[in-house]
């Protein structure tokens, strides 16, 4: 059973930059295609980034140029750099984990299995 913690969430002012983190344990990190949602009060939990076994990514429309995932498969870690945040990005932002094969980039909920958490982004206007 793999279990996802997410960290680096926070308040920040418009224009600035968060980086959030997954730790992945009890399974190895590049045995999934890994991505990133996010729920806002009173709206359904969206798509914001995705990166599959073999590093390929896939965004939002709303988070190209802004957001940035990444992973580092030694540290077990997967990164989500937002920069130039407004106030629209504010939600809980979740960390999931897709049973896929190398190159396929999960973009559904239902792909993915496993979730962390969440930690909370603030942006203030």
């Known amino acids: 059973q793999v279990q996802l913690v997410e960290s680096g969430g926070g308040l920040v002012q418009a224009g600035g930059s968060l980086r959030l983190s997954c730790a992945v344990s009890?399974?190895?990190?590049?045995?999934?295609?890994m991505g990133w949602f996010r729920q806002a009060p009173g709206k359904e939990r969206e798509f914001v980034s995705a990166?599959?076994?073999?590093?390929?990514?896939n965004y939002a429309d709303s988070m190209k140029g802004r957001f940035t995932i990444s992973r580092d498969n030694a540290k077990n870690t997967v990164y989500l750099q937002m920069n130039s945040l407004n106030a629209e990005d504010t939600a809980v932002y979740y960390c999931?984990?897709?049973?896929?094969?190398?190159?396929?980039?999960?973009?559904?909920?239902?792909?993915?299995?496993?979730w962390g958490q969440g930690t909370q982004v603030t942006v203030s206007s």
């Open positions: 999931a984990a897709a049973v896929t094969t190398y190159n396929r980039i999960p973009t559904t909920s239902s792909e993915f299995g496993s």
């Open positions: 990166i599959s076994r073999g590093g390929s990514t």
């Open positions: 009890g399974r190895t990190v590049n045995t999934y295609g």
